[in-house]
């Protein structure tokens, strides 16, 4: 009995990417789960070519035992139905009795697949295993706000599940191995590749991955005031070494780009430091800096949301507390 994980590079093109952050937080969750052994599923390689050698590498550090690859050339473009298909054989050649991938929108899709085609059940947003006999786990329903426990049975021989993103830390496997790699021999028909991605252009105005993989980030949110009142938040930020993330109602005013906003409907972060600055702590953005090791809430109300489920808190104008901190630590 295994767990098998669908993974996700950082970039396809780049030869030395490895693994994405959130494939290796589930890796690690997956040695949560009651398999005697992890294996991975690899799928969208460049024209059926070897996988780089740094993803190899993150397998090896994970203690993933197979990692399943596809020789064919027409599932380098995205395809959800014809990648499940990929994920289907992997699992049944491994011997897989759970299948597992983190909340990305691909992962969540492909794994949407595979369950309609077994008619199993499949559970969103897994947190944490809480009981293994039988097995539960918990997962986050209402924007991260509430916890739902929930059984994850492998009804038909296979549990699909999607775990969260930050819901753990990568941690390298107790006993790290060599991986093997084996190739998935698929079937393809017209049907499996009828909805594809034909066409990739660069996403206007920047992404999220400075935002979604910093180590400290300087949240904004109304109380900064206005476009123009961005200059400590940035100044903080990049003394710091860190990124800049905003509220909903700042994208929402066009003070920001939406690229930089933090909640249910943009980026889950995960920072070691998260300023939340001028921002009240809405049950849509709290869902996506929950996971953050420690927050620190800057805000004139000591009644707001963010103030009373941060770690620290000031009470006060963000405009004079940002340039105290700034020239503590000049």
């Known amino acids: 009995m295994s767990v098998l994980v669908v993974v996700e590079p950082e970039d396809l093109g780049d030869e ?19 398999g005697e052994d992890v294996d991975a599923v690899l799928v969208g390689l460049p024209c059926g070519g070897a996988p780089p050698e740094a993803v190899l590498a993150h397998c090896r550090e994970q203690g993933v035992r197979t990692l399943h690859v596809t020789p064919e050339h027409r599932l380098e473009r995205y395809a959800a139905r014809a990648w499940a298909r990929v994920v289907e054989g992997a699992a049944e050649a491994g ?3 759970y299948l597992v991938a983190a909340g990305t929108a691909r992962g969540n899709e492909v794994l949407a697949h595979v369950a309609a085609a077994r008619g199993v059940p499949m559970p969103c947003n897994v ?20 916890l739902e426990r929930v059984a994850l049975q492998a009804e038909g021989g296979l549990a699909i599940a999607s775990v969260a993103g930050h819901a753990v830390a990568p941690e390298p496997a107790p006993s790290p191995g060599e991986t093997r790699v084996e190739e998935v021999a698929v079937e393809l028909t017209e049907a ?35 476009a123009d009142q961005f200059d400590d938040v940035e100044a903080l930020a990049a ?33 070691d430091l998260y300023f939340a600055c001028g921002i009240s702590g809405a049950i849509q953005h709290w869902a996506g800096c929950s996971s953050s090791k420690t927050i620190i809430a800057i805000n004139t109300d000591g009644e707001a949301p963010m103030v009373t489920k941060a770690r620290y808190a000031v009470i006060g104008d963000m405009h004079e507390v940002i340039p105290a901190v700034l020239e503590e630590l000049s």
């Open 127 to 146: 947190v944490a295993v809480v009981q293994e006999e039988p097995l539960e786990v918990e997962r986050q329903v209402v924007g991260g706000a509430v």
């Open 239 to 271: 003394r710091l070494g860190g990124a800049v993330g905003v509220s909903r109602v700042v994208t929402s005013l066009g003070w920001r780009p939406h690229h930089e906003q933090v909640g249910q409907t943009g980026s889950r972060i995960a920072p």
């Open 95 to 97: 011997g897989a009795a």
């Open 192 to 226: 499996d590749l009828a909805a594809q991605v034909v066409r990739v252009e660069a996403k206007e105005g920047g992404d999220t991955s400075a935002l979604t993989g910093a180590h400290v980030v300087v949240g904004a949110g109304r109380g900064v005031g206005g």
């Open 16 to 34: 030395g990417a490895g693994l994405s952050v959130v494939s290796q937080e589930v890796l690690t969750f997956a040695r949560t789960l009651p």
